[in-house]
């Protein structure tokens, strides 16, 4: 299957217009989907560098994010989460609003 912009919407976008969150979904491969120019029309259809992506890919859920145009069309990869002290994610809240990922020894929450 090729890439298909009726499967693509906006989820919600920033007051400021500084990023958007866009839905895809796709019974492509992930190899399909993050290949070169992949959304042909993204750019036409409101997708900017640094927007993201919550794909649904085959079943299988995944967070992408807009990483460069070439004309009206967009590649997208996948997120990369940093760690914030090393090799683990932090046990602690660091505070409402952080948007920062942490462990409260069940499952990852975010602040």
Known sequence: MAY??????IMTQTVEGSFKLFFYASTDSLATVVSANYFADGVERGMQVGDFVFALVAGVPYMLFVASNVGNACTVTGVTVALVNGNTFPTTNPGPGTGLIWNN???LCVA
């Open 4 to 9: 298909s912009g009726a499967n693509l919407s």
């Open 105 to 107: 020894g069940d499952f």
